[in-house]
């Protein structure tokens, strides 16, 4: 999105020093600053603003800054980077059509939003959060790189505790909210599922009364939302009780699921780019949205079939030996992780492998639900490598660090696959990025 730097300095409140030069987006990272775009140093762990020089040098032609002193060229000079960022993504939507759509959920949010996105694209020109950019950070980035004739806006947003959604929600202004499900993840953070669910249901309750509401119906926290907003609800889920409902499910051996779509704007066949049948509720969930803002049914089809995941989500590849490698290592939780073992499960082979990480953030229940999904992985006849957790338990093999972990794999060959997946400490990508080298 383009502004001059005046513009901007009047949105977020704050001084312009030096020339009234053009900008283009934002960025956070002096490493990836393109040029055209606006420099946010942010004071963390390191203080952004000693990399306003590296920032200038790739291209960024201003800077915030909450100095006293100014590097060069043209800076805003603000009390707060974080909080100017914020004003800036606020400024950014008043520029946007509303066709805002807000997602969470505590499993299946980014998954849903590529999806989504895709279907958008097929009538809309559509921008939509990079990765997990689901923070108070990364949605105003978001907001800031879409394009000036930008129709339609994907949003992923995160919570790490109550009323952090609502703050997105005060940036983004959203028209239409999706959650996915809400369950006893991040209780480390949270405490309890029912604050998960008071958190999450802060997005409903944002919704302007002419917008709409996307609900799972098959799971009771999320359905029961639809007592927290005025918006129109349209609910959906794998019953025919909903509003947007799959039937007739079948899953390839590639693990691409096809399925009926029925909505209130028609029905027809969908065959997902998407691997696991664990993604269909989230097409639904696409489905649902995109229909909601006028998308055609042959459309929100198209849309999802050649929808494509972020990286590191049920990847599927081969080893020179022809051994598949399922690599879903972006993160983890209980229900993903169940839902990945599934999908492994569900693979035509001889032999099935897993190396698990740890599922971080469980809270006091960490080590019963570790044990739980060592003996799910047992019951489904899948061996699992445990990379450096030890919770497991002894049906798991244990290894530490990657290396050991792949040599406890042993030679891999046609007729075996195996599961990466952990959360994002693990970084348990290093080992499918080791067997396909």
Not at 95 to 107: A, K
Not at 244 to 250: G, R
Not at 322 to 337: E, F
Not at 369 to 384: C, D, N, S
Request: proline letters at 4%.
């Amino acid at each position: 999105m383009h502004f001059l730097a005046s513009e901007v300095a009047a949105a977020v409140g704050g001084e312009l020093i030096g020339p009234d030069v053009e900008i283009d987006g934002a960025s956070i990272d002096s490493r990836n600053v393109r040029p055209g775009q606006l420099f946010v140093p942010i004071v963390a762990e390191r203080d952004g603003h000693d990399f306003i020089p590296a920032a200038l040098e790739g291209g960024a032609p201003a800077y915030f800054t909450s100095r006293d002193e100014v590097v060069r060229g043209t800076a805003i000079r603000v009390p707060d980077t974080a909080l100017a960022l914020a004003d800036l993504g606020r400024a950014v939507r008043r520029r946007i059509p509303d066709r805002v759509v807000g997602i969470t959920g505590s499993v299946g949010k980014t998954s849903t939003k590529d999806l989504l996105a895709g279907v958008l694209q097929t009538t809309y020109r559509t921008a939509a959060s990079e990765k997990s950019f689901n923070n108070e950070l990364g949605l105003p980035l978001t907001l800031a790189g879409a394009a000036d004739d930008v129709e339609a806006v994907v949003l992923e947003m995160g919570a790490r505790g109550i009323g952090h959604i609502d703050l997105l929600c005060s940036i983004a202004s959203p028209t239409v909210g999706v959650i996915t499900r809400v369950e006893g993840v991040h209780l480390e953070l949270f405490g309890d599922i029912e604050s998960v669910a008071r958190a999450k249901g802060e997005l409903i309750e944002s919704l302007p009364t002419d917008g709409i509401a996307v609900l799972n119906a098959d799971h009771r926290y999320v359905a029961a939302m639809a007592d927290r907003t005025s918006a129109r609800v349209l609910r959906y889920g794998l019953s025919s009780d909903a509003d947007v409902y799959a039937s007739d499910i079948v899953v390839d051996d590639e693990l691409r699921a096809s399925f009926r779509l029925h909505t209130p704007w028609g029905s027809t066949d969908v065959r997902l780019g998407a691997r696991g049948e664990h993604q269909v509720p989230n097409a639904l969930a696409a489905a649902a949205a995109g229909g909601g803002l006028g998308v055609a049914i042959e459309d929100i089809a198209n849309g999802m079939s050649a929808a494509e995941l972020s990286s590191l989500r049920m990847e599927l590849a081969k080893t020179r030996d022809g051994a598949i490698v399922l690599n879903d290592a972006y993160n983890a939780n209980p229900t993903s992780m169940s839902a990945a073992l599934k999908s492994l499960a569900a693979l035509p082979v001889r032999r099935r492998f897993a190396v698990l990480g740890t599922m971080a953030e469980l809270g006091s229940d960490s080590p019963a639900q570790h044990l739980a999904i060592a003996l799910e992985a047992h019951e489904l006849g899948i061996e699992v490598i445990a990379v450096d957790e030890p919770n497991y338990g002894d049906t798991a093999r244990h290894a530490s660090g990657v290396d050991e972990a792949v040599a406890a794999l042993g030679d891999l060959a046609d007729g075996d696959a195996l599961l990466v997946k952990g959360s994002r400490v693990a970084a348990l990508e290093r080992v499918a990025q080791a067997l396909l080298a």
